[in-house]
């Protein structure tokens, strides 16, 4: 319970990010990034443009030149955070009065001018496809006017940019490879706020991850909002990849190639990516899963809901059964392998049947792990205009504690399969419970907490699993991996 509780928190928390500082930039940047992994990835990529404008970033707020928060309005809870944050440098912008505060990402893009007006702190406003005109837009700012940046691109994919890393363990990055998404379930804000789906070139993908590798990252997770859904036939937008000519669709690279191309380049880094959605997920990427041993064995496959009704009802494009028949090939193919939800309880109309189909289907497929929600209706959204949040608050939170125990019971009887075996683990930092302890994951994406030794951060090292909570896997390493 405390687990997913932390990971629920740890989704919408942010983080002032910082990256190692140039001697020549003069000028103090505090970003903070809320929300998805993709939204930490778009700061990565805002910090590099505005390094070149002379910022080095800083974790003192009150020392900023500059604060950029990068936002999320997927729920209105991650709103209303982002709202008190803006409080908070109120506060701060009164003793250092020529600070600038810009507002990034999907609040953004959903609000626009508004922000201006209901929020008197806010300079600057830019959406997730306009960051590479911040320099101009704070250029505005410098001369006394407020600058607004939310057009929607149909091809930026920043694909030119190398992101600077921002808080960096230095062992796992992100690389984003789509932008926007297309699929219009009626719950969601995200097609509004980051616009209709675009793939990057992957010749630009395996650069970044070339850079990467050289500089000793030894995991890359593949960033998109539906990493499947990706293909490339020369650029522009995926709905127009039928429009493209015929040579292009011949050479077309789809996310199973992308992928199959990422780990036979580069044999020794472990891909992950995230996100799944099971209506693109195809056989072809779980088999290019089982074929490499560098691509984790782990799937975020969100659901939302197991009851057919509901699933039409958010215009998620397959039924239960699909789901279910899509999750037994996988275990079929890849029978090691873990994987994850995303639900919502308290959708418009679920009845308590809907919610028992809910549980029904965790039961069948048995989550490793999971991130749960109650329906937060969204402005703008089809359910927000033309459906009724009509589920009671109390039922939605009742809901929600059950998927949540429910989800804890999977998590446990997941983690308990691990006892007793010897795993891969790779070091990726200092357990926060103990400093004489390593945390590593494995390819199932469990975290094991172990002992130091004189292992490394980096390494891949094998470990005996002798205990483990719903969350963690205990253990002592028994040696390197031949992976190192
Ligand atoms: N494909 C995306 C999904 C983005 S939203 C990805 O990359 O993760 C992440 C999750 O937030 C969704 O899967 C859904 O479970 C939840 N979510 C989205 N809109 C929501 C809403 N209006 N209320 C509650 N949860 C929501
Ligand atoms: Fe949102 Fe559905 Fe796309 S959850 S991000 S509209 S796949």
Redesign the pocket.
């Given at each position: 319970m405390k687990h997913i509780e932390k990971v629920l928190d740890e989704k919408i928390q942010g983080k002032a990010l910082v990256t190692e500082n140039k001697k020549d930039n003069t000028k103090k940047l505090f970003i903070e990034s809320y929300g998805?992994q993709?939204n930490m990835n778009d700061s990565e990529i805002v910090a590099a443009i505005l390094d070149k404008e002379g910022y080095n970033t800083t974790q003192i707020l009150e020392d900023a030149d500059l604060v950029l928060v990068n936002t999320c309005s997927?729920?209105e809870k991650a709103e209303t955070t982002v709202r008190k944050r803006l409080q908070k440098y109120n506060a701060v912008k009164k003793i250092n009065k020529n600070m600038k505060v810009g507002v990034l990402g999907c609040m953004a893009e959903r609000l626009k001018e508004k922000f201006l007006e209901e929020e008197k702190i806010v300079d600057l406003v830019v959406g997730p496809d306009a960051y590479k005109d911040i320099p101009n837009l704070l250029e505005e700012v410098h001369q006394g006017r407020d600058a607004v940046n939310v057009i929607l691109s149909k091809e930026e994919t920043y694909g030119d940019i190398s992101p600077v890393r921002l808080n960096s363990n230095r062992v796992t990055a992100f690389v984003s490879i789509t932008r926007g998404?297309d699929n219009m379930c009626t719950?969601?804000?995200?097609p509004f706020t980051r616009g209709r789906e675009r793939s990057r070139d992957p010749k630009s993908i395996l650069n970044e991850i070339q850079s990467m590798v050289d500089k000793n990252y030894k995991e890359i997770t593949l960033l998109?909002?539906?990493v499947d859904s990706f293909l490339w036939f020369g650029g522009g937008l995926k709905k127009d990849f039928k429009k493209a000519s015929e040579m292009a669709q011949t050479t077309a690279v789809d996310f199973a190639q992308l992928l199959d191309r990422c780990a036979t380049e580069f044999p020794k880094t472990r891909f992950r990516f995230?996100?799944s959605?099971p209506q693109d997920m195809s056989l072809d990427v779980i088999h290019t899963m089982a074929k490499h041993k560098n691509i984790c064995k782990y799937l975020h496959l969100?659901v939302?809901s197991g009851s057919n009704a509901m699933l039409k009802a958010m215009n998620r494009q397959h039924t239960r059964e699909e789901y279910m028949e899509l999750i037994d090939n996988i275990y079929k193919i890849i029978p090691e392998i873990s994987l994850s939800q995303?639900?919502?309880v308290g959708f418009c109309g679920e009845t308590e049947q809907d919610h028992k189909d809910t549980l029904a289907l965790m039961d069948y497929v048995k989550y490793d792990f999971g991130?749960m929600?109650?329906?937060?209706?969204?402005p703008g959204?089809l359910a927000g205009n033309k459906m009724k949040d009509d589920v009671p608050f109390e039922t939605k939170k009742r809901r929600l504690q059950e998927v949540i125990d429910l989800q804890q019971e999977h998590a446990l009887y997941r983690t308990q399969q691990h006892l007793g075996k010897i795993e891969e683990f790779l070091i990726e930092g200092t357990s926060k419970k103990d400093l004489n302890k390593w945390k590593g994951r494995n390819t199932q994406n469990t975290v094991a907490v172990f002992a130091k030794g004189d292992y490394k951060l980096g390494d891949f090292v094998n470990v005996k699993v002798e205990d483990c909570t719903s969350a963690t896997l205990k253990g002592t390493v028994v040696g390197y991996s031949d992976n190192n």
């Open positions: 998805c993709m997927i729920r998404c719950f969601c804000v995200v998109g909002q539906n995230s996100t959605n969100p939302q995303d639900m919502i991130f929600f109650t329906y937060s209706e969204r959204t």
